[in-house]
């Protein structure tokens, strides 16, 4: 509420605090008459009204002043007056919630290490059995999985767990890592660079279980399904089989939701995906009747860099398709008008049924 009422303030100051200057940190002491205006100012924080109790904001000389310590602690500042000094001090406050969980870690991380000592003391008192090669008197399978986390838990970005369970004979692999998180990189890596990596895996594992046999796999946590299996022949030979490797339908939506506003807010466009992981089309559709004007306004470079921009994205997500096509599909005379393509040279052909 707005008071009508002035009050005329004598105040002796030795340090004035104020929004708009806090020049005189040590200046000598002045003292000032000032002419006050109560105006029933208020405090609002994040939408709620702050009772500034016996600390009202006041104007002088079209200047508000306010209490800084409490507009300073209102904001989760540590606000201190060192009166030797004549100084302010705002400093942030320490969140003691995060001070108790960062002790809590120390102590866990001291009791892991701790059982890590007494796991491998009891180690050294368990003799290797007869069956064991010699190799694996050296190290044992939980040590190999350490060892084997460390130096091949990731890949170009994309961090894995491996798990190693098994004898002498045979190994599994269980491998999980999160491709919602890594996405950005596993969309990165190309089978070469994953088989490659696995391979690595295998050559550690026959180093210390020469005559082992390896299956294993790859496990998505996020969409909690398999992403490929693997195993070895006596050879020593690496095979890879890639589960529900492609998803045309998943991939439709997805590249619907993203180029469906490519050219808004004067095309709106909507797209479909048919054939298989070898032969793909991809439809652009649009409205052309109604959108004569503003689809005919683009040159064929807007036009070519679209349709490139969803062929280099069906082609990271289906790799060895050896033919993709667009199209472009007018659906109010439900006929295609236009064709896009690459050459074996990787030129982008974009061709007209009609005359634009």
């Known amino acids: 509420m707005f008071r009508s009422k002035k009050r005329l303030l004598a105040l002796g100051l030795t340090a004035v605090i104020s929004l708009s200057s806090a020049t005189a940190l040590y200046a000598s002491p002045v003292i000032k008459t000032l002419r006050a205006q109560y105006m029933g100012i208020k405090f609002s924080y994040n939408g709620k009204i702050v009772d500034p109790g016996n600390q009202e904001p006041f104007v002088v000389d079209q200047t508000t002043y306010v209490p800084i310590r409490m507009v300073g602690e209102l904001v989760g500042k540590n606000v201190q007056w060192d009166g030797i000094n004549k100084l302010i001090s705002i400093n942030d406050t320490v969140d003691q919630t995060l001070v108790q969980k960062d002790l809590e870690i120390i102590q866990l991380k001291a009791e892991i290490e701790s059982l890590k000592q007494q796991l491998e003391a009891a180690k050294k008192q368990t003799p290797p059995t007869q069956t064991e090669d010699k190799n694996t008197s050296k190290i044992s399978l939980s040590n190999l999985e350490d060892d084997i986390n460390e130096d091949y838990g990731e890949l170009k970005g994309v961090v894995f767990d491996i798990y190693l369970s098994g004898d002498s004979k045979e190994i599994e692999i269980e491998m999980e890592t999160d491709l919602c998180r890594y996405k950005k990189y596993w969309d990165k890596l190309s089978e070469e660079d994953v088989e490659k990596h696995l391979e690595k895996i295998c050559k550690a594992i026959w180093e210390v279980y020469d005559k082992a046999k390896i299956v294993g796999?790859?496990?998505?946590?996020?969409?909690?399904?398999?992403?490929?299996?693997?195993?070895?022949d006596s050879r020593k030979k690496l095979t890879v089989e890639y589960v529900n490797k492609l998803d045309l339908s998943k991939l439709e939506d997805e590249l619907d939701d993203r180029y469906e506003h490519y050219l808004s807010p004067y095309i709106y466009l909507s797209l479909g995906i048919k054939g298989d992981e070898e032969e793909i089309e991809y439809y652009l559709n649009v409205?052309?009747?109604?959108?004569?004007?503003?689809?005919?306004?683009?040159d064929d470079e807007q036009v070519k860099t679209?349709?490139?921009?969803?062929?280099?994205?069906?082609?990271?997500?289906?790799?060895?398709a050896t033919s993709i096509v667009g199209y472009i599909y007018d659906t109010s005379r439900k006929s295609v008008i236009a064709e896009y393509w690459r050459s074996e040279r990787g030129n982008a052909i974009l061709s007209y049924y009609f005359n634009k």
Do not use: H
């Open 306 to 320: 679209l349709m490139g921009k969803i062929y280099d994205d069906i082609k990271k997500a289906a790799p060895n």
């Open 217 to 232: 796999d790859l496990y998505d946590i996020d969409e909690r399904e398999y992403v490929l299996e693997f195993s070895t």
């Open 287 to 298: 409205d052309y009747s109604w959108y004569y004007r503003e689809w005919n306004d683009l």
